[in-house]
């Protein structure tokens, strides 16, 4: 007899440790996953800074799977959901397939939000995937380089200011170890420019850094980023970028801030698979295309469809909307699994989901952190201590655990960024021809020049 088939969308948090907990289980899953690694997205900002390697955050699917025989991994992106028929309809590279399930777990996780603005992305890239980090590696280290080359001054300062819009965990992490680049680990690298000279700005449309850790770390934070040299402009919203800077409103007014290299960490967005689920099956969904899940995790009225991770709009016990933070994505794949198991084995439904807060923990330097866990508020050198066993914790694999710890080493202790190099140097090629025009077309106007008579320019 054909035994329960149970897809699951999307190799994040949620649908990696569901499909861990239903190993055991009379099941036979299908993975559908756009890429074949596993991303630990939380510690992206690390490799767009040159602290770890892509491999380190991003161990291969079925190599994290290979003892699990009930599981088939597939490369490809679900497209749309038959629910009446219970059909995944994928495009794979090369070739569309489908695939039929009994159960449905969608944990497609969520992409970067410009707020309806999204030709920002051009110039400001979001930090959501190993792509978006290794342009962000190029347009990094890739800024002091140009910036070495140029005799204006206020090219050099243009190339030496980096803009970070956002200051949640990612965008607060990200300045700091900018700040870090340019005032610890770069400086006597350089023959024509002082990295120290950088400015890194922090820009945010609320009025508190971290502001989900609470007034005491918030205040916290923000005196550690000035102490590293940040400049933070809170109550300020960004209204334009392009090339060559950013604008925004602040209290003082409309302000532009001339700035080569500019990052995005503000927002989440659900993916069209998400808002296509809503629409097959009628369920609600909110402005970010967050699907409105009933207790149990799944889709009002199809109780054979469960939504974790990024994509849910649940509320707690205290009417709090729970956050898209990796652990609820963890808690809810586990249930999600067990519930299954439960209904597999015939007994009746357990508890509805019930999300255990284990904490909140970002870095804003080395050894320094913020960690908020229950009613416990701790920062500094304790909270990073907790903040590096957490994350080494939660690592796939011994290696990469290993390998974490060498380059931290390396990183914190030393003054050393073992991971500078990047495939996608092209990046800051890009940004130098938007702001000073291609190379090869001025050439071809001067050469037009003098053969007119003209003079070159």
């Known amino acids: ?127 959501k995937s190993i792509d978006d980090a290794l342009e962000l590696r190029a347009r990094i280290f890739g800024a002091f380089e140009i910036a070495d080359l140029q005799t204006d001054p206020e090219d050099i300062d243009r190339w030496l200011t980096f803009v970070v819009v956002g200051a949640g965990p990612t965008g607060t992490e990200m300045a700091g170890q900018i700040a870090e680049l340019a005032h610890r680990n770069l400086p006597g690298q350089y023959k024509h420019i002082d990295p120290r000279r950088a400015r890194i700005i922090l820009v945010d449309a609320v009025g508190a850094v971290l502001n989900t850790f609470g007034d005491h770390l918030s205040t916290r934070a923000l005196r550690q980023l000035h102490l590293l040299g940040v400049e933070v402009e809170l ?99 586990r249930y999600a699994a067990a519930l299954i198991k439960s209904r597999l084995a015939g007994k009746p439904a357990g508890k509805p989901f019930k999300y255990f807060d284990k904490g909140s923990l970002a870095t804003v330097s080395r050894f320094s952190a913020v960690a908020s866990i229950g009613k416990l508020r701790l920062d500094g050198f304790v909270a990073w201590l907790i903040w590096v066993a957490v994350h080494l914790f939660y690592l796939v694999g011994f290696k990469n655990r290993l390998t974490a710890v060498l380059h931290w080493i390396v990183s914190f202790l030393g003054r050393g960024r073992s991971e500078r190099v990047s495939t996608v140097q092209q990046a800051f090629a890009r940004q130098a021809i938007k702001a000073y025009g291609d190379p090869f077309e001025r050439a071809r106007e001067q050469i037009e020049a003098t053969e007119a008579g003209h003079p070159a320019k």
């Open 1 to 127: 007899m054909q035994r329960h088939r149970v897809v699951v969308i999307g190799a994040g948090f949620g649908g990696l440790f569901a499909i861990k907990a239903l190993r055991n289980a009379p099941v036979d899953i299908t993975l559908i996953n756009g890429t074949a690694y596993h991303l630990f997205q939380p510690l992206l900002y690390q490799v767009a800074t040159g602290i770890l390697s892509e491999g380190e955050i991003a161990p291969p699917i079925r190599e994290v799977l290979k003892r699990q025989d009930n599981v088939d991994v597939k490369l490809g992106w679900a497209e749309h959901i038959d629910v009446e028929n219970k059909i995944v309809s994928v495009s794979g590279p090369g070739i569309d397939y489908t695939v039929e399930y009994d159960t449905l777990i969608v944990a497609a996780g969520a992409s970067q939000s410009y707020f309806g603005n999204d030709g920002y992305a051009e110039f400001a890239p979001g930090m």
């Open 235 to 333: 109550n300020t919203k960004v209204v334009g970028v392009d090339a060559t800077g950013i604008e925004v409103e602040t209290e003082r007014g409309h302000e532009r801030i001339p700035a080569m290299t500019k990052m995005w960490a503000a927002g989440v967005a659900a993916p069209p698979l998400a808002r296509q689920l809503a629409e097959a099956t009628g369920a609600p969904a909110d402005r970010s295309g967050r699907i409105h899940v009933e207790k149990d995790l799944t889709v009002p009225g199809h109780p054979e469809i469960f939504v974790v991770g990024d994509l849910i709009n649940l509320n707690d016990e205290h009417g709090q909307q729970l956050p898209g933070v990796a652990q609820v994505a963890i808690q809810g794949g």
